[in-house]
Each structure stands twice: as C-alpha cells, then as structure tokens.
C-alpha cells in the first residue's frame, strides 16, 4: 500500500516509519527542504527524533506529490493548524484521512474529525488515532498500542490493519468523539502532574490528579456523547498513564517546569515540541461550561499557563473544594 503522512515532526515522522515498516510505501510531507534532504540522503530526522535511523521514506515539501495516488494519508500538524492546513491541502477523493492531533480549536473547541467534516471529508473516510504513543519511544521499536477511531467500521479496520507492525499493535474503536476528547484531555492532566512533580509534591497527589483528572474527562465526554468505557482503554487511561509517566511528554515536562517557577515563555522555548494543553485546556474548560459539566482541575489549568494564579493556588482552591461523594 502507499501511504502519506502530512507534518514531519515527531509523530508524523514515527508514524511513517511505523507504516514503512508494516511494509507500506511511505511518503513523509514537510514544510522544510532541509529536513526532507536529511531524511532522504541521512535517514535521520535529529531535530524530532534524535538519534533514530529511519527506514527509506521519500520526504518532500510537495504535498500532492506526497498524497498522489495513496489509499490513507495521516494529518500529524498541531491541532492549531489543522484548520488552515485544511484549507491548502488537496487530498485525494478516495483516501482514508487519519488525524494523529490530540487537541481542540482553540477558538471553538473543535475536534479534530469536526474540521475534517468541516473540510469536506467524508464521515466515512475519516479516522482518528489515540493511545499511548510517546513518539521516541515508538522510534527505538518498543512496544505499544494504539486506538484507531472511526465511524466506519471498514475504514478503522483498513488503518489498523495499515498500521500493524511488530511493535505496534492498534485496535479499532467506533467512539471517535470518546477517543479525540479522551487524547485532547489526558494533555492538562500531565501538564497538572508536571506541576506536582515540580513542587515535589509526592506519589499520592499524582494518583489523585490522574484519577480525579480522568473522572472529569469521563464526565465530559459522557456530555458530549462519548462512551464512558473509551475513557477507561488505551486512549483513555493507557494514554494518561504513558504520557504522565513519561519524561519524554511535552506537557508533563512544560508543567514540570512551570511547578519549579519557570516563567511560561522560558517553559515553553525549552520544549521539544508542541505543548498541545496550552491551546486546548481553556477549550475543555468552555465546552464544559456549555454542557453544565465541571471540570475542577482541567480548568485551573489555562489560568496557571496565563498567568492569573500559581499552582499552589490552583491546589489551595482544589483541596478546599467542599468534600463530597467520590461518583
Ligand atoms: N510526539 C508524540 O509523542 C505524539 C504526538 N501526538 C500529536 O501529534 C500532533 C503533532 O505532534 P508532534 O509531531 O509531536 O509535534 P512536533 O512539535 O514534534 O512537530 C510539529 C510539526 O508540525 C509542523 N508544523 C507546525 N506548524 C505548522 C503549520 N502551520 N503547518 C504545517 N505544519 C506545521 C512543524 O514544522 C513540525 O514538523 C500533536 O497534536 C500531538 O499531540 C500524538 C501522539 C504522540
Ligand atoms: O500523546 C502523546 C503520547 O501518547 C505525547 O505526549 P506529549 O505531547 O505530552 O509529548
């Protein structure tokens, strides 16, 4: 099969070598020439995936180029961009079109498949895929799986199955709004984890924030029309664990940072990457006041990232939250 994959970041980039080596011709779109030489003449792409040999891939800056005559074609841009990126992209009429963004629109709180609709794509056509996915790790080869989400039965089957390699090991899912609220959420959750391991605030409070954490975005998504069951599978608490867990996540480091007293800039100009719970936890937060839903953690988070209170605020206002039953 012939596959693409737009955005050659760290996803995007492990993604394609996930594909390639399932067996499949990969091409790998960029905005940068320099990039795209190092990956084809190096096999390298350092900057996103230091100290990984890629597989051959075709890397260019030419998007049709890269999606001519591809059966799926994977978006793996910041969920920021995704609107816009939309908008130039032409995709092929027949492929199936994968979001690998865990994020909302900022400004509408859109979810990824919601733009893809907006954009045209068929319902049919589009899929979404969450889970626990530390870029780096899945570079090195080591073991994961993953969730891919669609509302045809057919298309998740045909990107699982484009996507099973020996490491990597996805399921299907038909709760494609429960799978992207689930991927955009667990990122504040680790973003508030980072902030307790800033202040060194010990194991128990981290338990007690993923946990709370993954209630608030059950509840949410039960509002929304997701199927509470998602929240607690791969995309769900599998994502949680891996990306709270795990150094090598974005969010929990940018938190890390800002729990030891780094102003936010400086946070984020030492990030790797994309820190998608800074555009997307103020989203939540709206979403969730538009469904009566609350969200006391997920939405002291973009108050902290602004600015208008510490953390130790936002834990101050937790605790003292009047006591109630845990369901
Ligand atoms: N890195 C990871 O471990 C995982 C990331 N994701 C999700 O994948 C999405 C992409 O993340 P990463 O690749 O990790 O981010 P990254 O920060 O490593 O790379 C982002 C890429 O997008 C490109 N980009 C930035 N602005 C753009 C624009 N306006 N138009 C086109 N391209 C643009 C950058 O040049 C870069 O190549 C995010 O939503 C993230 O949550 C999902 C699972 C795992
Ligand atoms: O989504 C991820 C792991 O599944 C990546 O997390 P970060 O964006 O925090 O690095």
């Known amino acids: 099969m012939r596959v693409a994959v737009l955005g050659a970041g760290a996803f995007g980039t492990v993604l394609s070598l ?3 080596d399932a067996g499949h011709e990969v091409r790998l779109c960029g905005r940068r020439a320099d990039q ?3 990956i084809n003449e190096r096999r390298t792409n350092e900057r996103y995936l230091p100290g990984i040999e890629l597989p051959p891939i075709l890397a260019t800056t030419d998007q049709q180029l890269a999606t001519d005559g591809v ?3 994977v978006l793996a841009v910041p969920a920021q961009t995704m609107r816009e990126n939309l908008q130039h992209w032409q995709l092929p ?3 199936l079109i994968v979001s690998a963004a865990k994020g909302l629109e900022a400004e509408t709180g859109a979810r990824m ?3 893809m609709l907006d954009a045209g794509i068929d319902a049919e056509r589009l899929a979404v895929i969450a889970g626990p996915n530390l870029a780096r790790e899945i570079g090195a080869r080591m073991p994961t799986a993953a969730v891919v989400a669609a509302y045809s039965n057919e298309t998740a089957v045909r990107v699982q199955r484009s996507l099973h390699s020996p490491y990597f090991r996805p399921y299907t899912n038909l709760d494609v709004v429960g799978c992207e609220l689930a991927g955009a959420a667990k990122n504040p959750i680790a973003l508030a984890v980072g902030m307790i391991i800033g202040r060194g605030l010990g194991d128990n409070l981290l338990g007690t924030v993923m946990s709370r954490g993954l209630a608030e975005a059950t509840r949410l998504g039960e509002a929304l029309g997701a199927d509470p069951h998602t929240f607690a599978g791969l995309a ?3 994502d949680l664990v891996a990306t709270c867990y795990s150094p090598l996540s974005r969010n929990r480091s940018f938190g890390e940072r800002l729990g030891r007293g780094m102003p936010v800039a400086e946070a984020l100009a030492a990030s790797s990457g994309v820190v998608e719970a800074i555009p997307t936890s103020g989203s939540l937060a709206a979403l969730a006041d538009e ?5 006391p953690i997920i939405s002291r988070i973009a108050p902290v990232i602004e600015g208008q ?3 130790d605020e936002a834990l101050d206002a937790l605790m003292s939250r009047q006591v109630k039953p845990e369901r």
């Open 236 to 238: 769900g608490t599998g």
């Open 309 to 311: 209170i510490s953390p």
């Open 18 to 20: 996930v594909f390639a």
């Open 36 to 38: 795209a030489d190092e």
């Open 291 to 295: 469904v009566g839903v609350e969200l």
């Open 113 to 115: 498949s919601e733009l």
């Open 93 to 95: 009429a027949e492929a």
């Open 71 to 73: 059966e799926v074609v």
